[in-house]
C-alpha cells in the first residue's frame, strides 16, 4: 500500500503570541520523517485549552509554531525503524503539531493502533477523548488517589476534563460536587454523576462545599480553573486535603506563600498529565486502563461540536468564551 504525498499541507501556526488574531491559517511544507517515525495523515484532531498558553505566550514555543496537542489519522509513511505499525493503520496519538493534515511523530510514544476497520465513530472518539480522559485517570489515581465516600470539588465540571473526572470520581464511589458558569453546564456534569451542584456565577461555592459536607470540607479539589479558584479551592479542603492546581483557564495561579498550607496541613500540587506517564511500564498501565474504560462506555466521551481546521478561530473562541462542555474536534481536510 502506498499513499501519495504533497509537498505543502494546510495548517493552524501562529507566528507571534496573542489574542486570536495571531491564528494563521496557512500553506507550509509537509514534515519529513525519522528513521523512528511515522507521517500521519490527520483526519480528526482535539481541541484542547493548553493551545490558548501557546498563543498567549504563557507557555513558550519557537516560531512559527503548529497548533495542536493530539489526532487521529492514517499513517501514510513509516520510517525504516519502526516496528508494529504499518502503512495504513489507523493511529491515534498524543504530541503536538496536530493542526496540520500531516504529523510526523514516533509511534512507540504516546499512542494507540486502531484496527482498520475503524468506524469514523471510533476515530472520532479516539480523537476526543485520550489528551482529557487519561489526564482525568491519571490524576484520581496518582495526583490524589479518590476514595470511596471521599467528598471531591470538580472545578468546571461540564468542562473536557471536568466530565471525565466527574464519571471517574463517581464510579469509585466518591461524591463529586461539580461547579459551573451556568445551569445548563450543572445539568450535564449531573448527568455524568455529579451529586452536588454550585453554580459559580451565582452562589458562594466555599460556603456551599461546608453546607454539603457538614463543614469538613472536601478531600481534593481538581481545579483546573486557576487563578480565580485558586484560594476558593485552598478554602474548601478539610484538614489534610489535597489540592491538585492543574490549569489555568481563568489566567495562572500567582505565586502561594507556603505558610496558606500550614493551617489544615494541606498538600499541594501542579501536575502535568505527562509526568504520570513518563516510563513505558506506566503508559502501558494508563493507556491499557483507559482503553478499557472507552471500549466498554463506562467513560462517556461528549463531543459537543466538530468543526473545520480551518475555523479553529471560532473553536477557540468559543471555548475560551467558556460556550463549551465536553470536547471540541478539528476535521482535517482529506
Ligand atoms: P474546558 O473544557 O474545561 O474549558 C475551560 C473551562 O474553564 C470553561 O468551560 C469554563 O467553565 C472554565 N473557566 C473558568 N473561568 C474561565 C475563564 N476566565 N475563561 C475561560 N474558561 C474559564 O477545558 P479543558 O478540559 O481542555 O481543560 C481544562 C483545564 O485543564 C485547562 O486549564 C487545561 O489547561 C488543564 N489541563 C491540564 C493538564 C495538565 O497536565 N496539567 C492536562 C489537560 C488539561 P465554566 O464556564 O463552567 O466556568
Excluded: C
Excluded at 47 to 68: D, H
Excluded at 178 to 200: P, Q, R, V
Aim: neutral net charge; without cysteine.
Amino acid at each position: 500500500m502506498s499513499f501519495k504525498i504533497p509537498t505543502t499541507q494546510k495548517a493552524i501556526r501562529i507566528h507571534e503570541t496573542g489574542g486570536l488574531d495571531v491564528l494563521k491559517y496557512e500553506d507550509i511544507p509537509v514534515p519529513k520523517i525519522k528513521d523512528n517515525e511515522v507521517l500521519i495523515k490527520n483526519k480528526y484532531a482535539g481541541v484542547n485549552f493548553i493551545e490558548r498558553y501557546y498563543r498567549i505566550g504563557l507557555y513558550p514555543t519557537q516560531k512559527p509554531y503548529t497548533l495542536g496537542s493530539e489526532a487521529v489519522g492514517t499513517i501514510v509513511l513509516k520510517g525504516s525503524k519502526v516496528q508494529g505499525f504499518e502503512i495504513g493503520d489507523y493511529i491515534s496519538y498524543l504530541t503536538e503539531s496536530t493542526f496540520a493534515q500531516y504529523t510526523n511523530y514516533d509511534p512507540s510514544e504516546k499512542a494507540f493502533k486502531l484496527p482498520k476497520n475503524s468506524t469514523d465513530e471510533k476515530l472520532k472518539l479516539y480523537a476526543a477523548a485520550p489528551a482529557q480522559g487519561l489526564t482525568a485517570l491519571a490524576f484520581i489515581n496518582d495526583a490524589y488517589n479518590v476514595q470511596k465516600d471521599d467528598y471531591i470539588l470538580v472545578t468546571a465540571a461540564a468542562g473536557g476534563v471536568g466530565l471525565f473526572l466527574t464519571q471517574l470520581i463517581k464510579n469509585r464511589g466518591a461524591h463529586v460536587i461539580a461547579t459551573a458558569s451556568s445551569n445548563e453546564k450543572l445539568k450535564l456534569a449531573k448527568e455524568n454523576g455529579a451529586e452536588f451542584l454550585i453554580n459559580s456565577q451565582t452562589e458562594d461555592i466555599v460556603k456551599k462545599v461546608l453546607e454539603f459536607t457538614n463543614n469538613k470540607g472536601v478531600a481534593a479539589s481538581f481545579d483546573g480553573v486557576g487563578q480565580d479558584t485558586f484560594q476558593i479551592s485552598l478554602d474548601s479542603l478539610a484538614r489534610k486535603g489535597t489540592l491538585i492546581s492543574f490549569g489555568n483557564s481563568s489566567g495562572a495561579v500567582d505565586p502561594v506563600p507556603l505558610t496558606k498550607l500550614v493551617s489544615k496541613n494541606i498538600k499541594l500540587l501542579r501536575p502535568n498529565v505527562f509526568n504520570y506517564f513518563e516510563e513505558p511500564k506506566e503508559w502501558e498501565y494508563y493507556s491499557n486502563e483507559f482503553k478499557k474504560l472507552v471500549e466498554s462506555g463506562e467513560l462517556k466521551v461528549r463531543i459537543e461540536k466538530i468543526y473545520p481546521l480551518s475555523d479553529y478561530k471560532i473553536a477557540a473562541e468559543d471555548l475560551e468564551g467558556r460556550k463549551t462542555s465536553g470536547k471540541l474536534l478539528l476535521e482535517i481536510p482529506q
